[in-house]
């Protein structure tokens, strides 16, 4: 990230930069940083009005929730296969995996059961007891053809397409079980930056760090008091600053805070402050 200022030799159009209190210009690694375009060669991408609200991971973790995923877009795709470009083959490939994934859980249930049962029945059988009836054998479901490994890959990608067409809106997402939750962020009332200050090359480097909520921030703006009051010292996008101000040769108490912003707006609270000695 760079400051940007009226006088900077930047293209004004540049999807980049970033303007307000402070204007900046963001680089590649930067969160939000738009690359070049493609060749002309390449088709244009159709534009789309997409929720930039963070969301959640739409694959369920559990293997039950997983499976009935599976079985929703199974049972609602049809529907939906003509505006999403949906191909029978599609359709059917991904009906395979629903069923196969469900009945390897359902033959994983009986594996279970049946293993309890003669657990018990061997303890009884050693120790004695009354025997009643002994545990049966089988029960398992009826078979289905076997796919390949590599369920959720192929879950994942056709949802991906599915996203990218012009008629997926969040809407058909939820119908088909692949849009994940909206993400409500930390509370803001309470959430701030946490500064570790560290003394190393005759450099003070200002530890911080997203606290895993880098999805809800833009970047943070760090001020020094070098003994004459608060100061803007910068704006950063990547965990970890190095203030490479020379420190005096009679040393001196540098105190820093710092605060997460979102666009032009700081948000949550300043961050606890933090001092240390340096010297030349």
């Keep these: 990230m760079k400051p940007a200022s009226w006088d900077s030799n930047f293209r004004w159009n540049d999807p980049n ?7 900046y210009l963001l680089e590649p690694g930067d969160p939000g940083y738009v690359p070049d375009p493609p060749p002309a060669s390449f088709p244009p991408a159709k534009p789309r009005k997409r929720n930039n609200m963070p969301k959640a991971d739409f694959i369920k973790g559990a293997d039950d929730p997983f499976a009935a995923q599976l079985n929703l877009l199974k049972n609602n795709i049809g529907g939906y296969a003509a505006g999403l470009n949906i191909s029978a083959p599609q359709m059917a490939a991904q009906a395979a ?7 390897a859980i359902a033959v994983q249930a009986v594996c279970r059961n049946c293993a309890e049962q003669w657990t018990g029945w061997k303890d009884l059988m050693r120790d004695g007891g009354d025997p009643g009836l002994a545990p049966g054998t089988g029960g398992f479901p009826p078979a289905v053809p076997a796919v390949a490994p590599g369920i959720e890959a192929r879950f ?12 997926y809106t969040p809407s058909v997402g939820e119908a088909l079980g ?3 939750s909206v993400q409500s ?13 560290r003394f190393e090359g005759g450099q003070v480097i200002v530890g911080w760090g997203w606290q895993g909520q880098a999805k809800f921030l833009d970047l943070i703006e760090i001020h020094v008091d070098r003994g004459s009051g608060y100061v803007l010292l910068a704006y950063d996008t990547t965990p970890n600053y ?17 605060i997460y912003r979102v666009g032009d707006h700081r948000v949550g609270q300043w961050s606890d402050e933090a001092s240390i000695s340096v010297a030349a």
Aim: no cysteine.
């Design 185 to 197: 962020g930390p509370d803001m009332s309470a959430f701030r930056p946490l500064l570790t200050l």
């Design 178 to 180: 692949i849009e994940g």
């Design 17 to 23: 930069l970033r303007w307000g209190s402070p204007s």
């Design 242 to 258: 190095t203030d490479t101000t020379p420190p005096p040769a009679g040393g001196a108490k540098w105190t820093y805070k710092a």
């Design 97 to 103: 995996d629903a069923d196969y994934f469900t009945y």
């Design 156 to 167: 994942r990608e056709l949802a991906r397409y599915m996203k990218a067409q012009s008629g």
